[in-house]
């Protein structure tokens, strides 16, 4: 993502754009009941799989920021620790804001 | 409906506060969510879509992780079934919501359980699973919050579109970084769960190790997956709705 518009060098027609849109709609739909079809078949949760499911929300989620701390330059492996540090204290919103702001800072100061 | 009828307006005062509590649960979350929609508009259209396209990938997906990978993924050529797999695999954490979730949809009924699953989305699975702690999940509370919340997407996103041209370096306000600090604060947010921090830190270094050996997306669904099979081995803690209250009250902020 270099601001290029890359999708106007016509390898992508308006018909193959509204395939994925339409394509990806139902797939996204379909691992949005999933796991209710999988639940009804399989009858009740054991309590195992209940604790697994619990995990779930962070496991995915630290999965999806981790990278930040091998991708990023240092201005952004610094905010991610100090955001990780402030949020347990701090309401999520101040987090998000506090981080950002960092990050915008560095890169007008040219780090 | 009869007024008279006591039930029924007993009824109607608990869909009220149903109501207001979904929307109360839900501000604050619209605050961090919209600008996301409005970045993912923006960059939609500086990659080339048109209005109605970035609108249509909202409107039929409205999961904005994926969307942005699409639109990434689209910008360099992929074909077509390496940008369904992506999207299936960054969306595949849903089959595990819906599961967990559906232990929870007693008071649904059948169409009503078709639109809470396709508006599913994680902010919304976060709350039910609050709400369904402390009491019972209402089919007022969830479809109100989600219903918000598809509509809000689909605005964010509008703006974003129409007015994304104007600006011209999003990186420089540092908005690719608004995405995974918000995941980051949503995650510390279940920190008191049994076994986070092991599962947390599972997740973080295999997440890593995927990135580095495999790249994006894998390191999303295979780190989940590492962790929340942590959390299996583990098994459940021992004082469940003790543990549960205690992520109601945390996540509930």
């Known amino acids: 993502m270099n601001g290029v518009p890359l999708l106007s060098d016509g390898v992508w027609s308006v018909g193959s754009i509204w395939l994925v849109i339409l394509a990806g709609g139902l797939l996204t739909y379909l691992t949005r009941f999933g796991g209710h079809i999988l639940i009804s078949f399989f009858g009740t949760i054991p309590p195992r799989a209940s604790a697994a499911l619990d995990a779930v929300p962070a496991a995915v989620m630290t999965a999806i920021v981790a990278p930040v701390l091998v991708s990023g330059g240092w201005p952004e492996r610094v905010a991610i620790v100090v955001c990780l540090i402030l949020s347990f204290r701090l309401p999520l919103i101040a987090v998000v804001v506090i981080g950002t702001a960092m990050v915008a800072g560095a890169r007008a100061l040219g780090l | ?253």
Do not use: C
């Open chain 2, 1 to 253: 409906m009869n007024s008279a009828d006591g039930p029924s307006i007993a009824m109607t005062a608990d869909a009220a506060s149903e109501r207001r509590a979904a929307i109360q649960t839900l501000v604050p979350v619209l605050l961090a969510v919209l600008p996301f929609g409005v970045v993912y508009g923006a960059v939609a259209v500086q990659e080339g879509l048109t209005v109605a396209e970035a609108m249509g990938f909202s409107a039929g997906i409205f999961a904005g992780a994926s969307q942005l990978a699409a639109l990434q993924l689209m910008g360099i050529g992929a074909p077509v079934w390496s940008i369904l797999l992506t999207i299936f695999a960054l969306n595949f954490r849903h089959v595990l919501y819906s599961a967990s979730l559906s232990r929870h949809l007693g008071a649904f009924s059948g169409p009503q359980k078709a639109l809470a699953f396709f508006l599913l989305v994680d902010p919304l699975f976060g709350a039910a699973e609050v709400r369904a702690s402390s009491r019972r999940l209402t089919p007022t509370f969830y479809l109100t919050y989600g219903v918000l919340m598809y509509g809000s997407w689909l605005l964010a996103t509008l703006a974003g579109a129409s007015f994304g041209r104007l600006i011209e370096d999003p990186k420089a306000f540092g908005l690719d970084f608004v995405l995974p600090v918000y995941f980051l604060g949503l995650v510390m947010g279940f920190r008191h769960r049994g076994a986070f921090y092991p599962v947390a830190a599972t997740s973080l270094i295999v997440s890593v190790v995927v990135y580095w050996l495999a790249g994006p997306p894998w390191h999303v669904s295979i780190g989940g997956l590492a962790g929340i099979a942590v959390a299996a081995v583990i098994g459940p803690p021992k004082r469940v709705s003790e543990a549960s209250r205690d992520t109601a009250a945390e996540t509930g902020s």
